[in-house]
């Protein structure tokens, strides 16, 4: 079982960039697919990116690609979520979770994190 927490978030300027760290705790962290996921006020909960347990292959939301970089370092047990040219609209509480196949689907996601607001505005 992993245990994951969130970290990183915060109020960021339109056009900025912030950084998303997820921490695990437990074991067989380096065997688990990492997805990130966002959930904004009044809407249900989106897929953002998700990486495989080796960094060597990444997906990304048509709404993010381009402009967020998933990444991770088993080492640390850390996966990473880079932000650049943040919007309004990626305002939302961010997640992450790990599961057995690397997917954009939550129900493939069994150990999520409690998660880190991300406020976007000027």
């Known amino acids: 079982q992993v245990q994951l927490v969130e970290s990183g978030g915060g109020l960021v300027q339109p056009g900025g960039s912030l950084r998303l760290s997820c921490a695990a705790s437990g074991r067989g962290f380096s065997g688990y697919g990492i997805g990130w996921f966002r959930q904004a006020p009044g809407r249900v909960r989106e897929s953002v990116a998700a990486i495989n347990w080796n960094g060597g292959s990444t997906m990304y939301s048509d709404s993010v690609r381009g402009r967020f970089i998933i990444s991770r370092d088993n080492g640390k047990k850390t996966v990473y979520l880079q932000m650049n040219s943040l919007k309004p609209e990626d305002t939302a509480v961010y997640y992450c979770?790990?599961?057995?196949?690397?997917?954009?689907?939550?129900?493939?996601?069994?150990?999520w994190g409690q998660g880190t607001q991300v406020t976007v505005s000027s």
């Open positions: 979770a790990a599961g057995a196949r690397v997917t954009m689907a939550e129900y493939d996601y069994n150990y």
